[in-house]
């Protein structure tokens, strides 16, 4: 039943990527405005999935990884939805939505178990922390995104050649305006699922801190953000350099989500392989 | 009845004479109660553009016509009928409809794609209109060409590619700050590409305007021209941490700007971006300061290109453009055809009517006296036969099978029914003597 839910999902992330694909080449409108709706019912498609999981587990599937990448998609295409709406800044579909219907192509490969989770990483705290994070890490993805469209519009206006894409991306105080309000507010959830998480480890382990390798790389990360974000406020640190530290400070969080949980051991890993 | 088209345009006549045409018409009411009073003109309407003056008519017989729309031409002041029959080109029939969706969808124009043609085609067109010059074929004609103008735009790029150096600089512009609105412009020095640009902008809506020249007492005048600030040179570096958009035209032989003085002035603006366009030659801008983040520097040769690409990118879809123009001139051909059609099917159907009637009438007296019922089923028998037996020569004529020569069919089917009773007679009387 679940997998019927998580085909339709897959199915409609597809046909979104299709839409805004042919959205980008042809520039109709109603292409995006189609890829648009076709993203929204692959979200309740997406939602029922999580729902399904979460009452057949009594917690939230991230205990394996692929459960994890679950929620970060849904996470993501919800922020995306959400900002497509407010701001539009129409040809991120044609990034989001491939990536969007990838991971949950990834999820249906990689192992997605219940997993064995210690009845001591369960709570509201737990809760919040995952949230936050999994909010945190989908805005500083668009930031991304947005971040590898300035870099590749920039460089049109700089270099004087107009290409491709030149016509089909948008101007670059619009690209730099949505990179600046994603890293304010994935920057602000980082922080938050940071200080939760902390909280929730002092309260159940008894220390803050405790040199997991997610939590040193997620610290990186985090400094590269904070860095920025105080650059970019005092001395005006936008553009190409904010785009390329935006790139840098997201290729950091994903080896913290990817490569700590499959190379690396500590108590955020992922439930491993091969087990049920 | 066959469409001709009367002009001149660029190509074929001197700008001095069309100049002097530009004013042939200084009445258009007159001109249009004159022409329209021509027996051998149906329908007419004439239009002149920057580079063209044209005719266009329905005309009973073409070869009148054209001397009288000659005559007409030649009628304008200072105009001689030599150096006038040099340079006229005509058009008829398919030519003429071709000719107008060619003009009408900008492929014949200096500017290839510009869009100001369609709407002085627009303007003389209401004109005729009110003046009631046009009648139904001209009225098709004309919204014809409007959709098929319209077509070229939408299904070729052929306009979407900018070709004047100061809209492409606008252009640009807007890739970098999106909204123009509330933008403020510093001019350095003026010229003409420097106002073309500003006007540009204006219509996009910029702010400020800021104006700096070497002497200050031109700066305050070309200030108090285009409602700005005046400011002298050497405020220039301070200005320029309030301004987005430069635009610099002087004839200094020097750079007014270095490298490292835009650089200090980025640090102040917090790094807000920088648009500037040099088209001085020679330049005004030092080169250099394009390498800066989040400034951009574009000079003439750079403007230039752009257009240069536009133009091939616009050259390129004219060959799409034309194949859409000879398709639509093929269906407004068939269009004509079958209106040429109805007076045929009317003349049968008509004449069907007069034998029906008649036969009824002789019928009638040798019957003896018929109910009134009896007497309506004799009429719709009657109806009914003539009917059938009309259908298919008039399907087959509507078809138009000879594209080409449309007028034999016509012709077979007039003279197979006996439409045309004086030219039989004639032909009869020829015969006979």
Redesign the interface.
Known sequence: MTDYFLYLTLASYFGATVLWLAFFLAQRDSLCRWGAWTMAAGLVWHTLVLLQRTWAYGYLPVAAFGGALLLFDWVLVAAFLLLNWRYPIRVLGALVAPLAALIIYGSLILPRGQGTISPLLRGFWLTAHIGLTMGGYAALTLNFLGGIFYLIQERQLKAKRFGFFFRRLPSLSQLDTLNYWCLSIGFLLLTGGIITGSLYAQHTLGRLWSWDPKEVLTMLAWLIYAVLLHERLTVGWRGRRAAWLAICGFLVLLVTFVGANLWMSGYHSFAKFGKP | MNLLLVGLNQKTASLELREKLAGLIPDLPAAYRSLKDFPEIAEIIFYSTCNRVELLCLAEEPAAALERLRAFISGAPEVSPEALSASLYQHQGPEAVQHLFRVAASLDSMVLGEPQILGQIKEAYRQATEQQATGPVLNRLLHKAFSVAKRVRTETGIGDHAVSVSYIAVG?A?????ELAGMTVLLLGAGEMAELALEHLRAQGVGRLIVANRTLERGLRLAERYQGEAISLEELEEQLCGADILISSTGSETYLLRRDQVRAAM?R?????LFLIDIAVPRDLDPAI?DL??V?L?NID?LQ??AE?GWQRRRQELARAERLVVEETVKFQDWLLTLEVYPTIIGLKEKAAAICQAELKKTLSQLGPISEDQRQSLEVLLASVSQKLLHDPIIFLKRNHHRKNPHLELDLARRLFNLDQDRQTEESEEEES
């Open positions: 640009l807007r890739k970098v700050f999106g640090r603006r917090k790094q807000r971006p394009n983040d989040n951009y574009y750079d290109e752009v690409q």
